[in-house]
């Protein structure tokens, strides 16, 4: 098996979920300098390949639970994407949306209780803040990490 294909192996098991963004990368890195050690008459990986394999991120969309206060009929929902974050607040005509990109985030206040979590999203521009409640706790701590993460590769 030569080596894009074991590079499109790695690939779709990030995109399952299977593998963290770190994982992948430290896979993708010891394949690599597999690569460079073994023989001389191998063609080099295509280029294309390992650049579209680091590509923008997949977008991770978040919902609040109909089960807590305002959620009921319309959901707000959060999505994290490769160049910013979405929050979205349904009605009953039309929607209200708001993009804020990761820079711009000044601090991120999370409200945990028995099951449901709240967050509160500060920005630097000025903007009034940003309340999401009814997230689960897991979905809430995703949300924390992957900004985090992105604030920290950006």
Do not use: C, H
Not at 113 to 140: H, M, R, Y
Request: net charge neutral; hydrophobic share 35%.
């Amino acid at each position: 098996m030569n080596i894009t294909d074991e590079l499109q192996k790695l690939a779709n098991l990030r995109k399952e979920g299977s593998l963290t963004d770190a994982e992948f990368a430290d896979a993708k890195r010891r394949l690599l300098s597999q690569e460079g050690a073994g023989d001389a008459a191998r063609p080099p990986a295509s280029d294309n390949v390992a650049a579209a394999l680091d590509g923008p991120m997949e977008d991770r969309r978040y919902r609040s639970s109909r089960w807590s206060k305002g959620n009921m009929f319309f959901p707000d929902s959060l999505t994290l994407a490769s160049d910013g974050i979405l929050f979205r607040k349904g009605r009953l005509f039309g929607s209200s949306e708001e993009r804020i990109s990761y820079k711009a985030i000044a601090s991120l206040r999370v409200t945990n209780g028995v099951f449901l979590s709240n967050i509160s999203v500060e920005t630097s521009g000025g903007s009034q803040p940003i309340f999401i409640n009814g997230l689960w706790k897991s979905d809430a701590r995703e949300v924390q990490d992957g900004i985090r993460e992105f604030q920290r590769t950006a």
